[in-house]
C-alpha cells in the first residue's frame, strides 16, 4: 500500500522559511534599535501610550529649560547685587572718612569723587544683563533701564518699569523671576543713587555728612534684606528641578517599559530564528535533490 504524498513539499517549506526570516529582521531590528516598537503597525496600543509618554517628556522638558534659564538669571542678578553691596560698603567707609574733623575740603573733595566713581559703577551694575535682556528693567528687558539724568536730584533716571516675568515650572506652578530695578534701587527711602549723591554734596559742603551717611547705610540694609528673594526663590527652582528629574526617570522607564527591546531576549530569538532557517534551507536543498520514487513504497 502506497503513502499519501505532498504533492507541493515547497509550499510548506517556503512558508516556513518567511516566518523564520520574519523572526529574524524582527530581531536584528530590535538590537539594532534597542526598541521592540519600530512602527506602529507593531504594537498600535503601546504607539499610543508612546504618543502620551512624549508629550509629558516634552512638557517636563519645558519645565526644566526653563528652570535652568531663570537660575542663571537670578544668580547673575544676586551676583550683581553682591557687588552692589560692596560698592556701598566702601562708600559708607568713605562718609566715615569725610567726617573726621582732620580732613581740609580738598580731602573732602577727592572723598566726594570717590563716591562719584562709586555712583558710576553701581549704576553700571544697575544696568547689567543676562543673556542679552536687562536683569533690572521689570519685563522691559530690551532697554537699560537706568540713565543718567542732571535734571533728577540723584543724577539718575529709572526708564524700565515695575513688571515681574512669571516663569512656569511644573503644572499650574510658576515663580516671579525678576526684581524690578526701582523697587531695588530707587525705593523710597532706600533709594541708592539719591544716598550716594548727597554723600557726595555733603563731603564738598562739609556739613551734614553723618546724616548722608546714615542714608548710604538704609540703603545698603534695604539692598541686603531684598535679596533675601533670590535665595528662596532659588531654593524652590532646585527643589522643583529635584521633582522634575525623577518624573522624567519614571517617564523613561515607561517609555522603555512600552517599546524597549528585551535584548537578552531579542538574541535568543535571533539565535533560534537563524537555526530554524538553516534547517529550512538544508531541509529546502534535500527536497531538490529527492525524487518523488524516494516518497513511494
Not at 51 to 64: E, M
Amino acid at each position: 500500500m502506497g503513502i499519501r504524498i505532498n504533492p507541493n513539499p515547497w509550499t510548506d517549506l517556503l512558508t516556513g522559511i518567511a516566518l523564520d526570516q520574519k523572526q529574524e529582521n524582527q530581531a536584528i531590528q530590535e538590537l539594532s534599535t534597542g526598541k521592540k516598537v519600530n512602527q506602529p503597525s507593531d504594537d498600535p496600543e503601546a504607539v499610543a501610550g508612546l504618543i502620551v509618554n512624549n508629550a509629558q517628556t516634552s512638557r517636563v522638558n519645558a519645565y526644566l529649560s526653563n528652570i535652568s534659564t531663570t537660575q542663571g538669571s537670578l544668580q547673575e542678578a544676586d551676583s550683581t547685587l553682591n557687588t552692589v553691596v560692596t560698592a556701598l560698603t566702601q562708600a559708607i567707609s568713605l562718609g566715615t572718612e569725610g567726617a573726621n574733623g582732620t580732613l581740609n575740603q580738598t580731602d573732602r573733595d577727592s572723598v566726594a569723587q570717590e563716591v562719584n566713581g562709586i555712583q558710576q559703577q553701581i549704576l553700571e551694575s544697575a544696568n547689567q544683563s543676562f543673556e542679552g535682556n536687562y536683569l533690572f528693567a521689570g519685563t522691559a528687558v530690551n532697554t537699560a533701564p537706568f540713565v543718567a539724568n542732571s535734571a533728577s536730584s540723584s543724577g539718575v533716571s529709572y526708564v524700565g518699569n515695575s513688571g515681574v516675568n512669571s516663569v512656569q515650572i511644573g503644572d499650574g506652578q510658576t515663580v516671579p523671576a525678576n526684581l524690578p530695578g526701582n523697587q531695588l534701587f530707587t525705593a523710597s527711602g532706600s533709594d541708592v543713587f539719591q544716598a550716594l549723591t548727597d554723600l557726595s554734596s555733603a563731603l564738598s559742603s562739609g556739613s551734614n555728612i553723618p546724616a548722608a551717611e546714615s542714608e548710604v547705610q538704609n540703603a545698603f540694609n534695604y539692598i541686603n534684606a531684598q535679596r533675601s528673594f533670590y535665595g528662596t526663590t532659588l531654593d524652590r527652582l532646585n527643589s522643583a528641578t529635584s521633582f522634575l528629574n525623577q518624573e522624567n526617570t519614571q517617564l523613561a522607564q515607561e517609555q522603555n517599559n512600552l517599546v524597549g527591546a528585551d535584548m537578552a531576549t531579542a538574541a535568543t530569538e535571533l539565535s533560534q530564528a537563524d537555526v530554524a532557517l538553516n534547517a529550512a534551507m538544508a531541509a529546502g536543498g534535500k527536497i531538490s535533490q529527492t525524487s518523488l520514487l524516494n516518497y513511494l513504497t
